[in-house]
């Protein structure tokens, strides 16, 4: 028989080493408007009771500042130690706004000490800058990004920003695209962080077959050339999801229907066995929409979010898929099309200074297309990079990314969801869908790594408890 302490301590360690589940979240609400607390408070209360549904209490975030201000912390931040959110904390890297970033940081540490300290699961040093600081990224219009030694350079000032605080012994990310990830140029990034933040939405893939019964196999290449190159490191699911309404995107086609399918093929399989953050709870008004509910308060889902399917249905899309997604090659991700052309509603950011972060569609992978990019306030947005990193014949010579995130070049792109940070919104035409030119990375050759963690034997709350068990036993 066991031990009570030692089944108690058996379930620590499974709870311990559960993967986080939650959505990402702006500054801004759906429409527009700077959120407060009281609305993050909302949006997190309404995520954790979602009817059909559990366990999704973290939240992303974009920027470490309150829309309105210039180095505010995020109001966010009480909400979530009110609510018991965890937080996958954001820097916006991009437009030169970093020290305000940095700024509210440590004033959020100074101010809520270690109660904000153990819910932070990360911190991730900018998002899909490497995607914007390449050809296709200024083609795309969307904005400014940074060069890998820049991005590196911040991210050594986190770390020291941190030191010695409660936040002390968070881990350090970078979110982008897979094209941005295995271009050997912005290797020195991968370097210096501890895991990598992968944005991805098949349904901006419009330059192969990227109707829904392809959208797993897609998904999951784009995965697999990312966790090629991570050096070992977990790849964290930052961005992802299918629009229930909007544009057809080559074939790609929004509903709620496929946005079910999606639910279940991609996402049902990863809640609970990776981080990941899901793109997104609500952004009413954006097309496309990829709202999970109509409002940031109601708990009832647009579809049903019950994964009892998941794993027939999900087999039978991997099964389908296949052939459309084996021989992508490098650059197989989109450059875009479509979503250039689709417009976002949300309101972008810049007005305080603060960053901002990717809206409507998130920022992405193989496509995706309408991200928010913000500005700083006073600053010009420029096309993307000075010194693009890849050739106009389409080899990589510094960043490859994917398309995804097209935030306007007015600074924040895409707004469904109000993911920018406040201030005053460009609601940008998304730009970007697709990956990044063709170009990428010969790490598009190596071979689906899966999703077992560096973390965890096989990433799964089930074999962390079995292990703890097993030491209870020999004990």
Known sequence: ????????????????????????????????????EADFKTQFQTAKNLVGTSGFTSARLYTMIQGGTTNAPIQAIP?????????????????GNIDNEIAALKSA?????????????????????????SVTGAKNNAGIGLNPDVLVDYIKKVKAAIAGTPL?????????????????????????????????????????ANGIDQGKALFDDAVAKTKSVAQGKEVWITETGWPVSGPT???????LANAKQYWDQVGCPLFGETNTWWYILADAGASPSFGISSSISNTQPLFDLSCKSSSSSSSSAASSATNSAVNLGAGHSTATSAAASSTSTGSGSGSSGS???????????????TTMVSVPAGQTPTSA????????????????????????????????????????????????????????????????VGFNSAARSSGSAFSALAAALVLAIAL
């Open 168 to 208: 002390s012994g968070a881990s350090i990310g970078h979110v982008d695209t897979w094209d941005a990830w295995t271009n050997g140029t912005n290797a020195a990034v991968i370097n210096e962080i501890d895991w990598l933040g992968f944005d991805g939405y098949p349904y901006f893939q419009t330059t192969m």
């Open 109 to 133: 540490i100074s101010t809520y000490g270690d109660a904000f300290g153990k819910l932070v699961v990360g911190i991730s040093v900018g998002s899909e800058d490497l995607y914007r600081n």
């Open 249 to 255: 995107e080559n074939e790609a086609v929004a509903s």
């Open 1 to 36: 028989m066991f031990s009570k302490q030692a089944i108690a301590l058996a379930f620590s360690v499974a709870a311990a080493q559960a993967a986080h589940q939650g959505f990402n979240y702006g500054s801004t609400l759906p429409g527009g408007g700077v959120a407060y």
């Open 355 to 369: 960053g901002s972060g990717s809206s409507d569609s998130g920022s992405s992978m193989g496509g995706h297309s």
């Open 79 to 95: 909400a979530a130690i009110a609510e018991e959110t965890s937080l996958l904390l954001g820097l916006w890297a991009s437009g």
């Open 385 to 448: 990079s000075s010194t693009p990193l890849i050739s106009s014949a389409g080899t990589p010579s510094s960043s490859a990314a994917m398309g995804s995130s097209g935030a306007s070049t007015t600074g924040s792109a895409s707004g469904s969801s109000g993911a920018g940070t406040s201030g005053t919104s460009a609601s940008g035409s998304s730009s970007g869908s697709g990956s990044a030119a063709g170009s990428s990375s010969s790490a598009s050759s190596s071979p689906y």
